[in-house]
């Protein structure tokens, strides 16, 4: 089992409706990252999070510490936010610089 | 600020053949990682340096596989004798420890094809 597990894999929407990403990890962290891959490899950083909620623009991402669970929200969608969203976490104790990622989640949103 | 770069952007390789990729950090951020990224899957670390001191490697990290950083600011990834495993996506990032959230920023990436 991953240390970090993302759901959906896939998720198809239409403009405007409003998406969730969720992340579940199974250790303890220091930080979470959400990321934003389009295709053709770039990975962006949109959010670092280490407890409660952060937001910009139209994006929103929440954490729960406790649950070890966080979501990435995306309100009024459009297709330029189509791209894979990767959830990351630095592992708490050690080596806690590295990165350890999820499989990311494939969105897509058609006009 | 340019941001990270990565030289080159795509490579095709017989298997066998030697390969090296370059990355380019942020000027100031003396944090520096390579990950590497399969189709469908998300990104794994492979090495980490800290100035010119390589502090951490992946057992993904084969022998045929050696990182440098020799000035404290670029990095050179090579692959000797290249397997068809080894196609994937090389992703370089870079960070500065003195900031407290220690902002990991990713390059482009290479991707090696390997025939």
């Known amino acids: 089992k991953n240390e970090v597990e993302q759901s959906p894999q896939n998720l198809t929407a239409q403009e405007g409706e409003f998406i969730t990403i969720n992340c579940s990890y199974s250790v303890g962290i220091s930080a979470l990252h959400w990321l934003q891959q389009h295709p053709g490899g770039g990975i962006v950083s949109l959010f670092m999070l280490s407890s409660g909620k952060k937001k910009h623009g139209r994006l929103i991402a929440t954490i729960n510490i406790q649950e070890k669970h966080s979501s990435l929200h995306i309100t009024a969608s459009h297709p330029r936010d189509s791209a894979v969203y990767i959830c990351?976490?630095?592992?708490?104790?050690?080596?806690?610089?590295?990165?350890?990622f999820g499989k990311g989640t494939l969105l897509t949103v058609n006009p | 600020d340019t941001g990270v770069s990565q030289d080159p952007r795509h490579k095709i390789t017989k298997r066998g053949q030697n390969v090296t990729f370059r990355c380019d950090p942020i000027?100031?951020?003396?944090?520096l990682y390579w990950y590497r990224q399969t189709l469908g899957q998300g990104p794994e670390f492979l090495t980490y340096?800290?100035?010119?001191?390589?502090?951490?490697k992946s057992r993904l990290l084969s022998d045929r596989f050696s990182a440098e950083r020799p000035k404290g600011s670029f990095s050179t990834l090579e692959i000797q004798r290249t397997e068809q495993g080894d196609s994937a996506m090389y992703l370089c990032?870079?960070?500065?420890?003195?900031?407290?959230?220690?902002?990991?920023?990713f390059g482009p990436g290479t991707r090696l094809t390997v025939l």
């Open positions: 000027s100031e951020h003396n944090r």
């Open positions: 990032a870079s960070s500065f420890s003195g900031r407290a959230t220690d902002t990991q920023y």
């Open positions: 990351a976490v630095r592992v708490s104790g050690g080596s806690n610089y590295k990165l350890t």
């Open positions: 340096f800290q100035n010119e001191a390589q502090l951490e």
